[in-house]
């Protein structure tokens, strides 16, 4: 078969719903994109893991503390996951976190904000989880096995999340004025961010339509980020809090609460490296990479040593 009937077969594949497999033939855009976006998935989970260990220490009380430690180890298990997936695509794991260290490789925009008090540990979990579970819900039905099957179990955990952040809020939501106060102001500092994590407006996304036609994203950014704020509103709403968008307003005809614009110039500025904590984060991640130096030498040294023993 030449390159253009096998474009032919490996797209009829896609339409029938078929899941692509690491030894298929694929097209080289197709696996330029899946690395792209699987270890950029991958980075901002293990990079996720910032924000929440400024708590880990602090947590007001040993529950809460035992919860949050639980769910910044999954959160780093969701990036083990995913290198692994990206793996498949022939780049192996070393070469991808390089990449993120050298800033040829990107990470969510979410995690370059700070997190100043226990309130942001409960809008980390309900807002930027919960985004995050919807647009991976979409992912779980994506065309490239490897990632699709990681997904499954990514999104389970992430319910666990989403639900620790919503009954940290409900809980400060029900506490006293300065307790309100603090979810709050957690609110107006996390809503418009998590809305950004959904990426650019469809037109202006240049990898949606062709990532789109080959099922590597199934839903667009504006749907998915649209399918978010409706549900997200309703359960604001039900302990108290306030959206922070004087805009907002529910539309009967089309059933979805319509936002006000969206400052994209913020989020292009943090991708670009200069939101509030890009540089504390990257530099933390090279600092306790080298750290590790040794523990990855170590298991090298005894991989090698086991391959000589079981040789003999
Ligand atoms: N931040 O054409 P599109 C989590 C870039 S995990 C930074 O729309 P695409 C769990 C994009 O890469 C959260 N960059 O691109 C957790 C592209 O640049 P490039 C992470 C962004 O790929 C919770 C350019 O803009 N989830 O939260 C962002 O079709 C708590 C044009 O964009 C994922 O990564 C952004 N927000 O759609 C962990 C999900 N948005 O690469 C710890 C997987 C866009 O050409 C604690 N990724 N860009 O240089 C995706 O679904 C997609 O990649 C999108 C972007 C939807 C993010």
């Known amino acids: 078969m030449n390159e253009d009937q096998r474009l032919i077969q490996f797209e009829a594949r896609i339409n029938a719903g078929e899941k692509i497999e690491p030894k298929d033939w694929m097209p080289e855009a197709y696996r330029k994109t899946l690395l792209r976006q699987i270890s950029q998935h991958a980075h901002s989970e293990v990079i996720g893991m910032q924000p929440e260990a400024n708590w880990a220490l602090r947590a007001p009380t040993l529950r809460a503390k035992k919860i949050l430690l639980a769910k910044i180890q999954d959160e780093g298990g969701h990036g083990l996951y995913l290198y692994s997936a ?11 976190i ?3 260290q050298q800033g040829k490789a990107k990470y969510s925009s979410i995690f370059n904000y700070p997190t100043l008090n226990w309130a942001d540990m409960g809008a980390i979990g309900w807002l930027v989880d919960g985004a995050a579970i919807v647009n991976q819900t979409m992912l779980a039905k994506c065309s490239y096995g490897p990632y699709a099957r990681a997904m499954l179990r990514i999104c389970k955990e992430e319910g666990f999340h989403q639900r620790q952040g919503y009954e940290i ?3 400060m939501m029900a506490g006293n004025d300065a307790q309100k106060a603090m979810a709050q102001d957690a609110m107006n500092c996390w809503w418009w961010p998590s809305l950004m994590m959904f990426g650019p407006h469809d037109a202006d996304s ?3 339509k062709e990532s789109m036609q080959w099922k590597i994203k199934v839903e667009s950014n504006d749907k998915l980020r649209q399918r978010f704020i409706n549900r997200t509103v309703e359960q604001a709403y039900h302990i108290g809090l306030t959206v922070p ?3 907002l307003k529910y539309n009967k005809e089309t059933m979805n609460w319509e936002i006000g614009p969206i400052n994209w110039d913020e989020f292009w500025n943090v991708v670009k490296g200069n939101g509030p904590c890009n540089h504390k984060r990257m530099a933390h991640h090279i600092k306790y990479h080298n750290k590790g130096q040794w523990v990855r030498d170590a298991a090298i040294a005894f991989a090698q040593n086991e391959t000589f023993v079981t040789a003999l």
């Open 169 to 171: 809020m409900a809980k």
């Open 98 to 100: 390089e990449q993120l």
């Open 86 to 96: 990206a793996e498949t695509l022939g780049v192996d794991r070393a070469e991808m």
């Open 206 to 208: 240049p990898h949606t």
């Open 245 to 247: 968008d004087p805009k």
